[in-house]
């Protein structure tokens, strides 16, 4: 697995693992705390472009690192086109889950 998908994949893992935790079905982050969390090699100024964002929301294959984690992504483009945060959201069957672990739970 090349490098940079490894780091795609375990902020995967990070990222559902924390919104279980935190018994949330999403979390906004800022390009800046994406970089630092994620450990990506890519610049903030890359992480900006929508052009990086587009095809891991589209669930483009080779680009699915986070969606094989559970994890989606949702993005509104700032007023200079660029991307400043993301939401990070459990996909479908994994928010039906938290559902289910929540109820269970009474919280």
Sequence with gaps: MPLEKKCWTEYGV???????QSRSFD???SIESIKTES???NSLKRLERLS????IQA????WDALYQQGVIVDF???DEGKVSEVTFRL???REQHLER????SGT
């Design 14 to 20: 990070t990222l559902r693992k924390r919104l279980f």
């Design 27 to 29: 979390v906004t982050l």
């Design 39 to 41: 450990h990506t090699t």
């Design 52 to 55: 990086f964002w587009d095809p």
């Design 59 to 62: 669930v483009d294959p080779g």
């Design 76 to 78: 509104v483009p700032n």
């Design 91 to 93: 996909e479908k069957s």
């Design 101 to 104: 672990i929540i109820e269970s």
